[in-house]
């Protein structure tokens, strides 16, 4: 996979991960050009098995994604190229795809963009430089994209609302309190901490990472008792797969379960299994 002469977008590959950035000035509008490359972007990610993580992130510190073109109101023509192209279907088919998604915000992110961001597994931002809107009922709508599906899910029905029917922007800070994004970071340590993020969720071993994705989206959809059936399901195969046995071999003899090595058993894993550079190096 190239993932190269795209407009809107510019994707690099790094032991599992790819970081894809939004550049499309002056606003990274979510218009036809850039839901063009998004379109073409999934159906070449999808059949690439080396991409294990999906980090989108932009270029423009003041805008990470843009709202919906507002012509496809005002204007029928670009309305029905809409509705002929890729773009109705394009974020129900990012829900579904199998890698992990991470969202890296940096600057404002409303409508259509913010749907977009809904969409994909995990958000972090940078304090005091990352907002979020839906401003949608403000000019005479709704958010039309799943806003009003994904948002109570996220937020709760009261939250919301607030951030619907309010139509206003929402600070990283408050984000983080409401749901909306997993963690709110200083803007110097955003970069650093989703990458290694990213990298170790690589790291892992693809089967235990899909099962594990699937036993948590199962909660969402199934009473706890059927939940608990689907999770043992998804779980005993791992039990006597290959990985499962050599990465337990390898951390009992480097000192699991004694006091040493509990004291810092994540740092004892990375060691043997961690994320590398690009150059091979272990990750830190």
Known sequence: M?????ET????????????????????????????????FHTEVRADDTVRVIVFESANPEFYLGH?????????????????GPGPGL??????????????????VRGSGHEFL??????????GQAW??????SLGILPGGGGTQLLPRLLGRSRALEMILGSDLLDAATAQRYGLVNRALPAAELDGFVERLALRIASHPWPAVAAARKAVDAAAVLPLADGLTAEGELLWPLFTGPAATERFTVALAAGAQTRAGELDLEGLIDERFGPTTAGGV???
């Open 2 to 6: 190239g993932y190269d002469t795209y």
């Open 9 to 40: 977008l510019t994707v690099r590959r790094e032991a599992g991960v790819a970081f894809v950035v939004f550049d499309h000035p002056p606003l990274n509008l979510f218009d036809e050009a850039l839901i063009a490359d998004l379109d073409r």
């Open 68 to 84: 919906g073109d507002m012509r496809l109101v005002v204007d029928p023509a670009v309305a029905q190229g809409f509705l002929a």
């Open 91 to 108: 974020l129900a088919r990012y829900r579904s795809l199998e890698q992990v998604t991470i969202a890296k915000v940096a600057g404002s």
């Open 118 to 127: 809904l969409t994909l597994d995990m958000r972090f931002a940078a304090s």
């Open 132 to 137: 979020f809107g839906q401003p949608e009922v």
């Open 282 to 284: 272990r990750a830190s």
